[in-house]
């Protein structure tokens, strides 16, 4: 009897790891008896490598999701190196400044025009799978409300900021605004598939604009003449063939509407107004540093800032997947394991980000040189500046998913409210003095703030420990598990 339950515990190893795609394992005999061992662990670990490509393609565990975002975001940021370059290189700084100050409004508009709708979205889409359909209909309506309340501001006050820049300037970043819709309609996209855990489809969406537009800047390359102006239409085509091409996965994954609009419609419209609090602040503090350089430096030095931002955010590329999949693992998961996912996950995203930052801070200043020219060598300090910053941003964001997953987003929304107060002055008062270098200074300063405010948070108001800041082996082996179990 008890080789027969061997037997069965051994068979039942060895379909789910067949059933992983692992055509074969370690099995051996024990004691002669005819008694089959379970599958060493060297042979799993071994296997579950062999076939790491094609989970990481599939994405079936939430670890595999963030290998896979991870693939997904080093493409994004490789693509986005290379038509940098490409435009720095053709434009110069000035030309790379306007280009810069126009398309900032495409990409700030969207994330303001869907603050806390998405993350509405992808929180209940988790929770409500077969009600999907209904949820993305709702989150469509309440971002079409406020998104045209959002434009009819941005038309109006672009000239009043932009007024270092021509008229042709204005009228094209008054078509980038409007362009915006494009842009927030594909991040609602994304958040409903983030939610669905079809992380794959959302990968591609994250992508697409990146490919799209650097074939539409190759293609100005071969027929046309490269300027400020033919970059940012290539950038608006690139947004729109990317939301063209996605909607199909959307509506074959949402399938039809059901459930009931008013009550999901009134409990959406709570987290969003709960949340949106957070992500306006959070977006208006990511891009106030830009906002107040469009109207307080020139173009050239606006190129310079853009530059060391754009390079500096290769330490995001740890942070972002991460983020992309935290939320709808821990929305998903009871308290106390959406605290241990998140402990986890802090710890392996410090470790990933200090070494990033002591490897750009030891190459990045000959890189910067080499790959934009000379030209561009008064980007090296500011670069060191918003490193460091990136690196500090990244944590801050990973922890206040924490916050979301419990459905807890007011603090968050405090505590960017008052870092966006402190960033909005002093980023006004160092850019006014020092210029671009001042503005970076400045929001190093307070991102620094809002990790502590977030930190102290999770002490106070979620009473729950803080995160050990050094990896263990028990950290190991919760990566290893999610490597070999599915």
Known sequence: ??????????DAATARIATAGIASVDLTPINGDGAVAAPSMRAILAASLLHLPGRILKAPTAIYAVMQSMATFAA???????????TARLLGPDGRG???????????????????????TTYHVAKNR?????????????????????????????????????????????????TSVFGGSQALLCCALIGLGAFTFNNYGRLA??????????????????????????????????????IPAFLGRMGIARGDFRRHARSMLSYSLRAGPADIVTT??????????????APAELGFYVIAFSFSRIAMAWIMPINSVLLSKMARAEASDAKRHYDHTFRFALA????????????GAPLLVLLYGQEFAPVVPIFHVLLAEAIIFGLANISAQLFQALNRPGYVSAVEATCFVAMLVSVYVMASRDGALGAAWAILAVTLLRLTLILIG??????????RPYLTLADLRYLRDRLIHL
């Open 352 to 363: 990933l980000l200090v070494l990033t930052w002591l490897t750009g801070m030891w190459w």
């Open 209 to 246: 604009p990146n490919l799209f537009y650097f074939c539409a800047l190759m293609g100005v390359l071969a027929f046309a003449e490269m300027n400020w102006q033919a970059a940012i239409l290539a950038s608006i085509a690139g947004i729109s063939l990317a939301l063209i091409t996605q």
């Open 458 to 467: 999770i002490k106070l108001s979620l009473k729950l420990p803080l995160p």
């Open 130 to 178: 077969d009600d999907r359909a209904r949820i993305a209909q709702i989150a469509f309506v309440l971002a079409a409300g406020w998104g045209s309340l959002v434009l009819t501001v941005a038309l109006v006050a672009i000239p009043h900021l932009m007024t270092q820049y021509d008229p042709q300037a204005i009228l094209y970043a008054r078509i980038a605004a409007l």
């Open 1 to 10: 009897m008890a080789v027969a339950g061997d037997q069965a515990k051994t």
């Open 98 to 120: 306007i280009y810069s100050a126009v398309v900032l409004w495409t990409q700030f508009l969207a994330l303001i025009s869907t603050a806390g709708i998405g993350a509405a």
């Open 284 to 297: 208006c503090a990511e891009y106030t540093d830009r906002l107040i350089l469009i109207g307080l430096v």
């Open 76 to 86: 994004i940021l490789f693509v986005n190196i290379v038509t940098g370059i490409i």
